[in-house]
């Protein structure tokens, strides 16, 4: 793991400046940021649609970013100010540091040219995924290895659409867990297509033998919030799309979702439990542990899974689970065919609700939300259009810490 200070501040020009004095131009630069209270603590997750390398290189010959989708991004987070930030379709680089990047380059010249104080980030999680590490084997049946598909998790470089955890509050490094390297078929009951049980005979005996579960990874990061400990959960399970019949990804969605479900199921000292993380510690999370659960989990409340019910009902309906079902002020456009069955400012995405943040129902709740504008909004362009920061909307959620040592 790697924790480092990513709090730096710059200036800005050319789009980055013209994009920000129009902003500036419409709004009073204090009023239209957040402000969270000293008594909250505010978490929020955000799929910044592949927040790569590439992008983040984008720069002038100062050394500052231009590209709009990710001003418009930086100018979300700003606007939010969270205290941990969870991000999603981050690659991952062993030698760079691209979290620290994003913030150098877009944030902080962002909330510079606002005259507001910069987000102190002093603690990151910034660790390696499945996506893009070439498994060696034939895993979309093309009779080819070296496809995106044939990686342990789809991709078309090592550390595509990786995570990050950035965090205004210390990290327990020895605590934390990753199960990055846990074989599917260890799960009990899985749904692996491996033509065992009735399933369909997707993956041969010897894929299946070392196929991992998570399409990332699945990462505990105890986060110290005064004299408590909050556990928040990251993953980003596979969209349960892209394959055929045999329905392997949205069979993977399933039991990526689960994997959270029985480890906020299962006794820290479980000796039997399947639940051994990267560095060969067995067990759950406990039943006294505080949790809070981020991430795009690719699952709709209103999507059938490959067992029927929605797998998102694994969490929703977990005993030891709250969803506050935060919405926006302005739902995005529909892209399915049929209309949207549930709420629609719910959907954190034009396909529905994908982006969670949800807690343990011990911990106190003070508000929630998602970042989506009104469509009268002049703010509308940071989630709609060619400059939007994303098409995912940003999720967040205010605990209270009124009742916490």
């Known amino acids: 793991m790697r924790c480092s200070s990513v709090c730096h501040r710059a200036g800005h020009r050319t ?8 902003w500036i131009f419409f709004f009073d630069p204090v009023s239209a940021w957040a402000e969270t209270p000293e008594d909250r603590a505010r978490l929020a997750v955000f799929n910044i649609w592949e927040l790569s390398a590439e992008k983040v290189d984008q720069v002038d010959d100062q050394g500052r970013g231009v590209l709009p989708q990710l001003i418009s991004a930086a100018e979300v987070i700003a606007r939010l100010r969270p205290d941990v930030l969870v991000l999603k379709e981050i690659d991952y680089h062993p030698g760079r540091n691209l979290p620290r990047l994003f913030l150098e380059r877009y944030l902080d010249p962002m909330l510079e040219r606002a005259d507001e104080a910069p987000l102190p980030f002093p603690h990151l999680v910034y660790l390696p995924v499945n996506t893009g590490l070439p498994s060696g084997l034939d895993l979309d049946n093309d009779g080819r290895t070296d496809s995106p598909e044939d990686a342990w998790g789809f991709g078309r470089y090592p550390g595509q659409y990786g995570m990050a955890v950035l965090s205004r509050f210390p990290v327990q490094e020895e605590s934390l867990r990753t199960f990055r390297g846990l074989r599917w078929i260890t799960m009990p009951g899985h749904l692996m297509p491996d033509g065992r049980d009735g399933r369909p005979a997707w993956y041969s005996a010897d894929e299946a033998a070392v196929l991992r579960l998570s399409s990332k990874s699945h990462w505990d990061v105890p986060i110290e919030i005064r004299d ?3 556990h928040v959960l990251v ?31 299962v006794d820290a000292d479980d000796p039997t439990t399947y639940l051994v993380d990267d560095r060969g510690r067995r067990g759950g999370l406990g039943a006294d542990r505080s949790f809070v659960i981020a991430g795009d989990l690719n699952a709709d409340p209103h999507r059938d899974g490959p ?3 929605p797998s998102i009902e694994l969490l ?8 506050t079902r935060p919405s926006s002020e302005g739902a995005l456009p529909n892209r399915r065919e049929s209309p949207y069955p549930g709420e ?11 982006d969670y943040l949800l807690p343990s129902r011990d911990l106190n709740i003070a508000d929630s939300g998602v970042y989506a504008p009104s469509a009268d909004s002049p703010d509308r362009r940071l989630v709609e259009g060619d400059g939007r920061a994303s098409d995912h909307l940003l999720v967040w959620l205010d605990l209270s810490l009124k009742g916490l040592p």
């Open 235 to 265: 993953s980003h399970p596979t969209p349960p799309v892209f394959d055929s019949i045999e329905d392997r990804n949205g069979r993977r969605n399933h039991d990526e979702i689960r994997l959270w479900a029985d480890y906020i199921s």
């Open 344 to 354: 629609t400012r719910q959907r954190t995405s034009a396909y529905g609700r994908l």
């Open 228 to 230: 408590r400990v909050i």
């Open 307 to 309: 067992l029927g019910p």
């Open 15 to 22: 789009v980055f400046g013209i994009l920000v004095l129009s």
């Open 316 to 323: 929703l309906q977990h005993p030891r689970v709250s969803d």
